[in-house]
């Protein structure tokens, strides 16, 4: 990747990925054994709060200027990603309360803070904010790789608008960035994992949590032949990690008032004391079934130290952890989907460290159905980086590219192709029963091309080859009821038991074909033999079939036209 | 992308008689396309792309159509939510939030119990967006006047709390459709009058959906299960709401029970109330119901019918059984008729039988004297007697028509004496291999 390639450009092109998040940012690039490689700054740190503070003229960016929030919060401006590209009445500035206030400067957003060394403060946009930030990423990156960065791939969440694109684009310049491609966070996400060396390319419908620090947004995302579609999103802007720091703060300054009769939120600083705390002990929980929080002179001069454990934290957490697993239940629903069908579910953001929240969504889908959190998987990525890896290998693909290049490829005329509306696959009809096998299932960007093997009956002979589009349903069967059991007379104290299992239905995924597309026939097969059925979709709904006896020379082919 | 699956499902075998042009035969086509937006990521969106630009250039056209008809993912923001705050509403605190109308406050007036959770969010966001402390604060406005901005915070939070948005469901009274007066059901007519406030009552079932009051020409089972369902509704209703608030610091235990106490009093009589309001209207509509005097005039006049047929049934059986009886009589009366000339007529073809046997055998005896016995000259004593003999022999073997054949056939002989011995002898010779007589009985005819 380091290599010069011959491009000529003016200066040689070197891009990274950049996770941009309205709490959090991480930066990642290629490294040259392939592998994608989350950048740590100076301080060492992987996520990189996105916050600028302020002291005298000095800028301190990152977990640096979080600190800042308890002295200094009128000069440290923090969660402005969303205030990008936004007219200051469709702001929410809530999280924004103990930091810098967001202010109306003409149509845009922006702060009024002491940024130089002098007394007077200055008005500071938020694109310019942004530019700041985007430039202290892009020097951490250059001082680690010892290259100078000059191109990204940036991740936007999915409900971007074209204004926010373009101010992210803009700023992005300012800070000698060339943004060589915007790309959704779920997406980014999905490629985390499907980037890695070891993937393989297969047909799957993948839900993407994306849980950040104050906004949540799910996604769900049809994987098919390493295409990528976006069916459904949802997104909660209340719901995040910083909900479940609020479980925490309160849970602790509950304890403090009972012990020393004041309430520490009262006091800003308090406040923002117990909030920075209790967000290192909310992660803390993730990782350990103890944390400790200690804040020196939370309120009225009193140190305070206490533990909670993760089960008391669960607990009181309940709540908002059925709002996370709600979210997800809307999103599936939203596709026009049912749970079981699936395949994996991806954690991706700061708050899927969260061990309960992953547990949960087990229990929402079926066993078949993969979950990539921490928790559940021992083979799952660290969920925040997810977002930075992708857009790291996005940047390793495009790096070589035009701009023109790019910019011709993501446009809409490309990338707006059909999908199947219905899936295609080969019926299979015995004596007893007709079965469904689906090739290509619905949502499959065209063209597409699938090839399966079937086995052929015991004695070989001629075979008939039917495909046809189905349709799945979902069969609920009532397990059979255990009234039995209850019946005896003397059941004076099951009481406590009998209500205990309440027998659920059992759902299960049953296709039926809806409509036969084409027949073919093969001749005279060898007993025990194979036969490799190819189906090709046209983006016109045309067909080619072929089908041969594995190892046979001779194919059956046959095509039907399409509609448009 | 073309990597093999295998499946370990066996093929079925070709059917006899499917036959097709080069073994293929198309049946159908496919369903129409969903166009999408596919994510411009990954190596094989690059190689597609590759593919797709190849050697094309597009018109603006064609780009423009592109966007168009591709499906959204992403909802846009078109909600009717009321923007227009009342300006006495902006005034409340939230510390009295029980007297405050939570959906007013969020702009949902119009949804009321409708309001889905999601739009309770959404229209939780827009006026956060609008109220925001920190937004006035920046604009210039008062720092503290956050008043409105917790009135949204508590409304929010009370809405999404499924149990707590019962509870003010149970007392909103602006959700509440009175009902009509006479003069509107006069207008209007009862069902489209009364309508509306059954809905709204219909709000607080717990089962779910809640039958239609229906119009003229709903089925009576439909109507009887509309009032079913009024006389046993299942309600979920309950008045915490309206609960004395119970004094948190502790002014004692005693004064803390039985405020409760009081509570829970005024719940169940307002409940209690709430039952027999409830059936007052339910009764009161059943009252006017122009359907139930439909049905039960239906009904009686369906009763009626059924009774007359009944009658007329019973009647038509009697008829029946009258006529019935009648034919009876009448072919028991015949069958004695025709039995008795049966046997009048039986009687007299039997003596008339029994005559010509006698003429017959008068016949047969006179034949044989006709001929003298076959003897030529005076017949001897010994030849009468044997020839009598033989004929009396064959006489009583012979049955009737037998009796009247050989008869004839005697009479045609006449008193050619060779002639009446063979008409015997073939006689006796049939007899013999009938095995009436046996071959040494007839003595003469041999």
Redesign the interface.
Known sequence: MGEPNGVSTEVERFAIGISFGNSCSSIARISPEGKAEVIANEEGDRQIPSVLSYIDGEEYHGTQAKAQLVRNSKNTVAYFRDYLGKEFKDIDPTPSHQSAHPQQNGSTVAFTIRDTASETPNTVTVSEITTRHLRRLKQSATDFLGKDVNSAVITVPTDFTDAQRTALVAAAKEAGIEVLQLIAEPVAAVMAYDGRPEATVSDKLVVVADLGGTRSDVAVVASHGGMYTILATAHDYELGGASLDQIIIDHFAKEFMKKHKTDPREDARGLAKLKLEGEGTRKALSLSPNAQLSVESLADGIDYGSTINRTRFEMLSGKVFAQFTGLIEQVVKKAGLDVLDIDEVIFSGGASHTSKIAQLAQNIFSEKTTILAPSTSVSALNPSELSARGAAFQASLVQEFDHEDIEQSIHPMVTATPHLSKAIGVEFQSATETTFQPLLTAETALPARRIAQYTAPKDGGDILVRVCEGAREIKVTKPEAKAKQEKPADDSDSDFDSDDEEDEDIREIVWKTEKPVAELAVKGVKAGGKVEVMVHVNPDLGLQIAVREVGGSTAVRGAINGSA | ???????????????SG?T?D?????????????????????????A???R??HNRT?SED??IQ??K??KK??EEDEDDFSDNEDPMMLQREAKDWKGQDHYAVLGLSKYRWRATP?MI?RAH?KK???H?P??K???GQSDEDDRFFKCIQKATELLLDPTRRRQFDSVDEAADVDSPSKSTIAKKGLYKAWGPTFVAEGRFSNKQPVPLFGDDNSTQQDVESFYNFWYNFDSWRSFEYLDEDIPDDGEGRHQKRQTEKKNANARSKRKAEDNARLREMVDEVLALDERIKKFRQQARAGKDAKRKAKEDEIKRIADEKKAAKEAEEKAAKEAEETAKAEREKNKKNKEAAKNAAKKNKRVLKGSVKDVNYFADGEASAGQVDSVLGDVELIMGKIDVDELAALAEKLSIAGKDGAAVKAAYTAEAKRLVEAGKIKEGDAKVFV
Do not use: C
């Not at chain 2, 992308?1 to 059917?15: D, F, G, K, R, T």
């Not at chain 2, 166009?35 to 094989?44: D, F, K, L, M, S």
């Open positions: 992308m073309a990597s093999v699956q295998v499946v370990n499902v066996s093929l079925p075998s070709l059917p499917w097709a080069k073994d293929f035969k198309a049946v159908g086509s496919l369903s129409p396309a969903t166009q999408r937006t596919i994510e411009p990521v990954g190596p094989h969106f690059l597609y792309a590759r797709k630009r597009f064609e780009r592109a966007e008809t591709v993912t992403e999601d969010k966001r956060v967006l609008r925001h920190d937004k604060a920046a604009m």
